[in-house]
C-alpha cells in the first residue's frame, strides 16, 4: 500500500507562483509513473502533468508549471508559475503501478487527500 501526502498548497495572487510536493511512503517509488490532478468545483477531475522517464503537461498548463521528482526522497513536485484564477482547484497527487503512462484518472492506483490551491484575480 502506498500513501502519498501533498503539502504546499494556499492562496496566491494572479502571476504568482507556488511549489506543491508530494511525498510517498513504501518501496518503489522510483518504479512509478506519478502525477497531478486537479479539479475544480463542479467539474471532473482533469489530468494535469506526468513524470515517469519523461515528462508531459496538459496543454492548459504546458510552459507555466514544471512537474519533478526525487526519487531519494520518495517525493514528486509540481513548480506552478504564472498562476491564473482559472487554476484554482484541489490539486492531487496520484501514483501508478502501470507499465504504460496515461492522463486517464482510472489508471492511477493510489491518490493523496488532495491541496486546495487558491489564486485570486
Known amino acids: 500500500q502506498v500513501q502519498l501526502v501533498e503539502s504546499g498548497g494556499g492562496l496566491v495572487q494572479a502571476g504568482g507562483s507556488l511549489r506543491l510536493s508530494c511525498v510517498a511512503s513504501?518501496?518503489?517509488?522510483?518504479?512509478?509513473?506519478m502525477a497531478w490532478f486537479r479539479q475544480a468545483p463542479g467539474k471532473e477531475r482533469e489530468f494535469v502533468a506526468w513524470?515517469?522517464?519523461?515528462?508531459y503537461y496538459a496543454d492548459s498548463v504546458k510552459g507555466r508549471f514544471t512537474i519533478s521528482r526525487d526519487n531519494a526522497k520518495n517525493t514528486v513536485y509540481l513548480q506552478m508559475n504564472s498562476l491564473k484564477p482559472e487554476d484554482t482547484a484541489v490539486y492531487y497527487c496520484?501514483?501508478?503501478?502501470?507499465?504504460?503512462?496515461?492522463?486517464?484518472?482510472?489508471?492511477?492506483?493510489?491518490w493523496g487527500q488532495g491541496i486546495q490551491v487558491t489564486v485570486s484575480s
Open positions: 513504501g518501496r518503489g517509488f522510483s518504479s512509478y509513473n
Open positions: 496520484a501514483a501508478s503501478t502501470r507499465y504504460y503512462t496515461s492522463t486517464d484518472v482510472k489508471t492511477y492506483d493510489y
Open positions: 513524470s515517469s522517464g519523461n515528462v
